[in-house]
């Protein structure tokens, strides 16, 4: 099970934590990502981590501004979300998978195995 956490109200320019927390499972094998889905758009892949090696992955919205960590101790994976933009709003969602590696996670989303139920992010003033 993944249960994200964090989401929330924040102006433009601010920031906000997401956090993904496995149970049932530990993630140190596993390639971890982040997706959103914004009102009335697809869902699109924001970024992803191999908990094996720390590689990660980043849409090109998310490069240098997001950072995408995982803490294997606690067998949770976090977003920072810097410099946030309207834009930005949307259900975040993490999604775990032991087999699709993250350079395939942007474009084959519907086949990873276990997925959070969301977090919702507002970026308004």
């Known amino acids: 099970q993944l249960v994200e956490s964090g989401g929330g109200l924040v102006q433009p320019g601010g920031s906000l934590r997401l956090s993904c927390a496995a149970s049932?499972?530990?993630?140190?094998?596993?390639?971890i990502g982040w997706f959103r889905q914004g009102p009335g758009k697809e869902r699109e892949g924001v970024s992803c981590?191999?908990?094996?090696?720390?590689?990660?992955t980043y849409a090109g919205s998310a490069k240098g501004r997001f950072t995408i960590s995982v803490d294997n101790a606690k067998n949770t994976v976090y977003l920072q979300m810097n410099s946030l933009k309207p834009e930005d709003t949307g259900v975040y969602s993490c999604a775990a998978d032991l087999i699709i590696e993250c350079e395939y996670y942007f474009t084959d989303y519907m086949y990873l195995e276990l997925w959070g139920q969301g977090t919702p992010v507002t970026v308004s003033s």
């Open positions: 981590i191999s908990s094996s090696d720390n590689t990660t």
């Open positions: 049932g499972f530990t993630l140190d094998r596993y390639a």
